[in-house]
């Protein structure tokens, strides 16, 4: 049996994966959690032959002959072109419908007598849908879905 490691940088997994994905790792027996690990540096010829990892709270680094590592790193919203355009959190995704503060319509000047509609961003008749938006769950279904809903608005929007 082939033994799988997978480290954190901290405590454990619970701020950084869905629930399903952890209870997944922990039932897996030939998978060992290393917490407070970080992956430091990779060195091999024509192909990766070892891993170093640091921990975190002692400084101590170890050298592991490891010849495969798939990375998890999160992710990062592509909008910077987009800021000052449409609101974005403070984590650079697109705030649409209820989550629109009004202090971020008066920012936009949004200039119409009624709120944002689901999935609607700051400027009137702009949606965004899928992972980019403040708020998805980060699925496909849900990406297919708010899509969708969003075409909706769109047919609604041309008939004002
Ligand atoms: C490793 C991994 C595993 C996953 N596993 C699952 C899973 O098992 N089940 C599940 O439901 N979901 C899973 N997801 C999540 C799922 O992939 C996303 O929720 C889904 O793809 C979101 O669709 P989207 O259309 O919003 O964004 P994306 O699929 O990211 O599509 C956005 C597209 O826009 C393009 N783009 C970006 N910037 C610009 C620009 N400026 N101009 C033009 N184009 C641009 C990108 O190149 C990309 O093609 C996983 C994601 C990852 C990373």
């Not at 192909?47 to 790193?73: A, P, S, Y």
């Not at 984590?91 to 008066?106: H, R, V």
């Not at 961003?121 to 899928?130: K, L, N, Q």
Request: net charge neutral; glycine share 8%; with cysteine.
């Amino acid at each position: 049996m082939h033994g799988w490691k997978r480290s954190v940088r901290g405590p454990g997994l619970t701020d950084t994966m869905s629930r399903y994905l952890i209870r997944r790792i922990e039932q897996t027996p030939n998978i060992r959690l290393l917490k407070h690990m970080e992956v430091v540096g990779l060195e091999g010829g024509d192909h990766l032959e070892h891993v170093l990892w640091r921990h975190n709270e002692t400084g101590e680094t170890e050298r592991k002959d490891i010849t495969h590592v798939f990375l998890m790193t999160g992710a990062e919203p592509n909008t910077a072109w987009l800021n000052r355009c449409v609101a974005l959190d403070e984590k650079g995704f697109i705030k649409t419908g209820a989550d629109l503060s009004s202090e971020d319509l008066n920012t936009a000047e949004w200039f119409l007598n009624r709120r944002p509609y689901l999935l609607e961003a700051s400027i009137p008749r702009v949606f965004a849908v899928g992972d980019v938006r403040a708020g998805n769950i980060k699925r496909v279904a849900s990406a297919v879905g708010e899509g969708s809903i969003a075409i909706s608005f769109v047919h609604q929007l041309l008939q004002e």
